[in-house]
């Protein structure tokens, strides 16, 4: 762990030492609040006693705490080289990362707004050949993600995911010069395969969905024909170009471990300090995996009541290169252009929310309330969706505000991470095993809840999300059970802290 209080960093690090790669916008987890203690949540006033440099404002002996801290973390007791160590990671790390999250959604977005912008009649793709896709990418993906842990464990992160990159971007390029439906898919195996990016922040995932949809918009009026090649055919070709930088910078940018690091804009101290900050918050490097950390985790509940929830998360609607509001504006006889830029505005609905949640999480300190308030965007969606026969107007509306609905997922990768954080091989095992199940079942499911062939009313595929999320919130509030008995139990051993059922930490008095 590189940063000690901020979950969006939390997740990339926890991605880089080879965990799972969803987390969410600024979110703070249990160790990241036992680190930095009384000054995180913006309500509370904060007592002067620091020798440290702070931005706040005094009033009448206390310290309040800036407006931005609703946003972002913060603590005054933080001396002004520490700051300087943070800001470092916050422009590096989270930028590259931020991107390379970008490129796989705009890459997957690609195939999406490629489908409805002509690849579908150039390629006569008139079964169900886009399931099929991902179902090839989500299968590379699956079978990728355990060779990809154990390389991490033997090749810098630095080296190996730009060069992960490096090759999807060149498998990218390929893309315009397929000539069927089955290149396609062998193509997107070998992109799922090598897809062990960091996926962190899914508000680059919404903000990659309206700059693809944006962008096939101008490519399609603009480039359409242009060398014998269509505008689906440049939409692929843009996507590698601007991939290309993005994973070289990455050899550069991408700092690898507190104990192992050589980035050129981190020194010594910094180095050092990193390592001090993962030793105060309890977070010793990890251990290698053996039978003992094994019988350990599975011998838990959390493994199995969190992987349940993200299985359900990830399965509730249709895979990802199958848009139903594209095909709808499509079947509606739209023309291309606004097929691209319609949907777009479900990713700016996406990015809101999933940004506005964390910070209301994080404000409320209970993740699962929050988490249900998000789920039924994504029921009222569905229900109307079901019943298809109503106003268009409040079809888009239904279209629009599923998208609220994507937040779940973050909130709650933040909020395993929170349940599993005093065992750092426990953490990686669980979110390890809940993406790897998640990504299972989500190669064959989609097939059979949203084939193509039912757009664009997807009757099975609607009624079936309105009941997913009834039980997907049902899940969660038996994970909130029990980690509200096993927080009993922890109080009634005497600890220091107490740990909320909402994940959160609050010191005793």
């Known amino acids: 762990m590189w940063r000690g209080t901020n979950t969006s960093v939390k997740g990339a690090q ?36 620091s020798e440290s440099e702070s931005s706040s404002v005094q009033f009448g002996g206390q310290e309040k705490v800036p407006w931005w801290s ?12 520490e700051r300087r160590f943070l800001q470092k990671l916050d422009v590096s790390l989270l930028t590259i990362l931020s991107l390379g999250y970008f490129i796989k959604n705009l890459d997957q977005t690609n195939i ?27 299968t590379g993906y699956v079978i990728g993600q355990l060779p990809s842990q154990f390389i991490l464990t033997k090749v810098r992160p630095s080296i190996w995911i730009p060069s992960c990159e490096l090759v999807w971007t060149v498998l990218t390029f390929s893309l315009a010069a397929a000539s069927s439906s089955k290149q396609v898919i062998a193509i997107r195996f070998l992109v799922g395969l090598l897809g062990k990016r960091a996926c962190i922040f899914h508000a680059s995932s919404a903000a990659a969905g309206m700059f693809s949809g944006y962008l096939q918009a101008a490519v399609y009026k603009g480039m359409n024909g242009t060398l014998g090649k269509e505008g689906w055919q440049w939409l692929f070709i843009m996507d590698g170009l601007i991939s290309l930088p993005i994973c070289l910078a990455g ?38 995996l053996g039978w003992s950390i094994l019988k350990r985790t599975f011998a838990r ?103 609220g609905a994507v937040a779940f997922g973050p909130l709650a990768m933040s909020w395993a991470n929170e349940i599993c954080g005093p065992d750092a091989e426990e953490r990686a095992i669980v979110l390890g095993v809940m993406n790897a199940s998640g990504y299972a079942v989500n190669t064959w499911l989609p097939v059979l809840t949203y084939p193509v062939k039912d757009a664009p009313r997807f009757k099975k595929g609607f009624r079936f999300s ?18 509200r008995r096993e927080d009993r139990r922890r109080r009634r051993r005497g600890p220091r802290s107490r740990v909320e059922g909402s994940g959160f930490v609050r010191l005793e008095d």
């Open 301 to 403: 509940w959390h493994v199995y009541g969190l992987t349940l929830l993200y299985v359900v998360f990830i399965n509730t609607g249709p895979s990802g290169s199958v848009a139903p509001l594209a095909l709808w504006l499509k079947s509606r006889g739209f023309p291309v252009s606004l097929v691209n830029i319609i949907p777009t505005g479900q990713s700016a609905v996406q990015l809101v929310t999933t940004i506005g949640f964390a910070i209301l999480s994080d404000f409320l300190r209970n993740r699962p309330l929050v988490m249900g308030i998000s789920a039924s965007f994504g029921f009222l969606s569905y229900l109307l969706l079901s019943i298809w026969n109503i106003p268009t107007t409040l079809k888009y509306i239904a279209y629009f505000i599923g998208r």
């Open 251 to 288: 050899f550069f940018l991408i700092p690898d471990l507190p104990e192992n690091t050589r980035a050129f804009y981190l020194t010594e101290d910094d180095a050092e300090r990193a390592r001090k900050r993962m030793r105060d918050v309890g977070r010793a490097p990890r251990k290698e």
């Open 70 to 81: 609703y946003i972002w973390d913060y603590d005054p007791e933080r001396t002004k080289e």
């Open 14 to 49: 926890d991605d880089l030492t080879g965990g799972e790669d969803e987390s969410s916008i600024p979110l703070l987890s249990v160790d990241e609040m036992a680190d930095d203690k009384s000054p995180l949540l913006p309500s509370r006033d904060v007592f002067i006693g």
């Open 112 to 138: 999406s707004n490629a489908y409805v912008s002509g690849m579908k009649e150039a390629l006569q793709m008139n079964a169900n050949e886009l399931n099929m896709i991902d179902v090839a990418w989500t």
């Open 466 to 483: 309105a009941v997913a999320i009834v039980g997907q919130v049902v899940v969660m509030g038996g994970v909130w059970a029990l980690k």
